[in-house]
């Protein structure tokens, strides 16, 4: 997909995160983003919000670490993480 398309879906998937968890993560772990969970802090870390929220902690914890690694000083990621990790 387009980068185009891409930020359309990530911004469409934080516009449904309160309502439609489920849509989002489907949106966000779609395969032709699986570039961008590599690559994208922020789209690591409200996926692991996202399962933090419905309680799927473990996946939570691995995706929150990969977007720590990416920018480390990020204030959102740094947020995510620490209230994964004292969950």
């Known amino acids: ?45 409200n996926l692991a919000w996202l399962h933090y929220k419905k309680d799927n902690i473990s996946k939570a914890k691995d995706l929150i670490q990969k977007a720590i690694v990416l920018n480390p000083d990020n204030k959102q990621v740094i947020n995510s993480y620490n209230v994964i990790f004292t969950h």
Do not use: G, M, V, W
């Open 1 to 45: 997909e387009s980068p185009d398309n891409i930020t359309f879906l990530a911004t469409i998937s934080l516009l449904c995160i309160k309502e439609l968890q489920e849509l989002s993560i489907e949106i966000i772990e779609r395969p032709s983003l699986d570039h961008y969970l590599k690559t994208d802090y922020i789209l690591l870390n």
